[in-house]
């Protein structure tokens, strides 16, 4: 049976947004904005029409259904205010744009940031590479940027900041071990991967055999599409969803980055990245890419075509990628 979620009105956020916009203002209407799946994001709009945007961690706003994060973790259940705040004070302290912090409430388990106006990098791409640019390379600055931030333990933010290590033993050796969990789950879910595990398994276990031992590690946003990245007004790109930053290798960003930025991605490149973690990566993520989406489709996400799309893709690649 479909889970009946209740999304948050107006009545029931009017207190959050009374306490970040002061008693001056209130509330008239607010709209839950499409995409988010760990978190309620919603656009506040005051009487005097100016707006602000709330985050609502909670079970009704989680589509993953999963317990809170393991902070031994790296790829745990990237959601919470705890590592949103975390992630928000790091990118702060390096200059790196993210939302205003206007308010925050542990006890709603919420925050309120600014709303910014310039909608998203990807839909400035596609309306306008060329005039897109400027703000493109501004991000391969912030980039820059998390990649001079390091640590010589790997995990999120909000563990290692608080000099914490996750487990694990290396990035290259979770990444591993979590694309062979991949194989295993998806292979009760689809006959095209059962019939090509033996291959899979094989291509994940000879790529890591290659990775040589590193010992710093670089701050990675790990989810960075053009769809996370907003643009301000003076056109200055905005990261959200910053929730699963962390300190890890900088080759799994890349490979998500020239996943998801396809043409674009040459501005985006960085110098000194090692191939043999980019093609254990590259699979390892197309393998993710496959069992989350399909994960996703057990519960009630509004949009199952979308991730259905994302995992047939990714399918696609994976077996490509091996020769099946």
């Given at each position: 049976m479909t889970r009946r979620r209740k999304h948050l009105t107006v009545a029931e956020l009017a207190p959050l947004a009374r306490a970040a916009s002061g008693p001056g203002r209130t509330l008239r209407a607010v709209t839950r904005l499409r995409g988010g799946s760990r978190k309620g994001v919603y656009r506040l709009t005051f009487d005097d029409s100016t707006t602000a945007v709330a985050y609502v961690w909670s079970p009704d706003e989680d589509y993953w259904d999963q317990p809170d994060s393991d902070p031994g973790d790296p790829f745990s259940h990237a959601g919470g205010?705890?590592?949103?705040?975390?992630?928000?004070?790091?990118?702060?302290?390096?200059?790196?744009?993210?939302?205003?912090?206007?308010?925050?409430?542990?006890?709603?388990?919420?925050?309120?940031?600014?709303?910014?106006?310039?909608?998203?990098?990807?839909e400035a791409l596609a309306r306008d590479p060329d005039a897109a640019r400027p703000t493109l390379e501004r991000l391969a600055e912030a980039l820059e940027a998390l990649r001079d931030c390091t640590a010589a333990a790997h995990g999120k933010v909000a563990l290692v900041d608080n000099g914490g290590s996750s487990y694990g033993g290396s990035c290259a050796r979770l990444v591993t071990d979590r694309a062979l969990a991949d194989i295993a789950e998806t292979a009760v879910r689809d006959r095209r991967v059962a019939g090509a595990r033996d291959a899979l398994e094989e291509a994940v276990r000879s790529l890591a055999a290659e990775v040589r031992p590193r010992t710093r590690h670089t701050l990675v946003h790990g989810e960075l599409g053009p769809d996370h990245v907003l643009v301000d007004a003076g056109g200055a790109p905005v990261l959200i969803d910053i929730e699963g930053l962390m300190y890890f290798d900088a080759e799994w960003e890349h490979v998500?980055?020239?996943?998801?930025?396809?043409?674009?991605?040459?501005?985006?490149?960085?110098?000194?990245?090692?191939?043999?973690?980019?093609?254990?990566y590259r699979l390892a993520m197309h393998l993710d890419l496959v069992a989350g989406p399909l994960r996703l489709l057990d519960g009630d996400f509004p949009e199952p075509e979308v991730m259905r799309a994302i995992a047939e893709h990714n399918l696609a690649r994976a077996l490509d990628l091996v020769g099946a």
């Amino acid at each position: 049976m479909t889970r009946r979620r209740k999304h948050l009105t107006v009545a029931e956020l009017a207190p959050l947004a009374r306490a970040a916009s002061g008693p001056g203002r209130t509330l008239r209407a607010v709209t839950r904005l499409r995409g988010g799946s760990r978190k309620g994001v919603y656009r506040l709009t005051f009487d005097d029409s100016t707006t602000a945007v709330a985050y609502v961690w909670s079970p009704d706003e989680d589509y993953w259904d999963q317990p809170d994060s393991d902070p031994g973790d790296p790829f745990s259940h990237a959601g919470g205010l705890g590592l949103f705040t975390a992630a928000h004070t790091r990118l702060s302290a390096l200059g790196v744009r993210t939302p205003r912090l206007l308010h925050v409430d542990t006890t709603a388990h919420a925050a309120v940031v600014e709303d910014v106006p310039g909608g998203s990098l990807e839909e400035a791409l596609a309306r306008d590479p060329d005039a897109a640019r400027p703000t493109l390379e501004r991000l391969a600055e912030a980039l820059e940027a998390l990649r001079d931030c390091t640590a010589a333990a790997h995990g999120k933010v909000a563990l290692v900041d608080n000099g914490g290590s996750s487990y694990g033993g290396s990035c290259a050796r979770l990444v591993t071990d979590r694309a062979l969990a991949d194989i295993a789950e998806t292979a009760v879910r689809d006959r095209r991967v059962a019939g090509a595990r033996d291959a899979l398994e094989e291509a994940v276990r000879s790529l890591a055999a290659e990775v040589r031992p590193r010992t710093r590690h670089t701050l990675v946003h790990g989810e960075l599409g053009p769809d996370h990245v907003l643009v301000d007004a003076g056109g200055a790109p905005v990261l959200i969803d910053i929730e699963g930053l962390m300190y890890f290798d900088a080759e799994w960003e890349h490979v998500f980055l020239r996943f998801r930025f396809g043409p674009h991605y040459d501005t985006l490149r960085a110098p000194n990245l090692d191939e043999a973690r980019l093609r254990l990566y590259r699979l390892a993520m197309h393998l993710d890419l496959v069992a989350g989406p399909l994960r996703l489709l057990d519960g009630d996400f509004p949009e199952p075509e979308v991730m259905r799309a994302i995992a047939e893709h990714n399918l696609a690649r994976a077996l490509d990628l091996v020769g099946a």
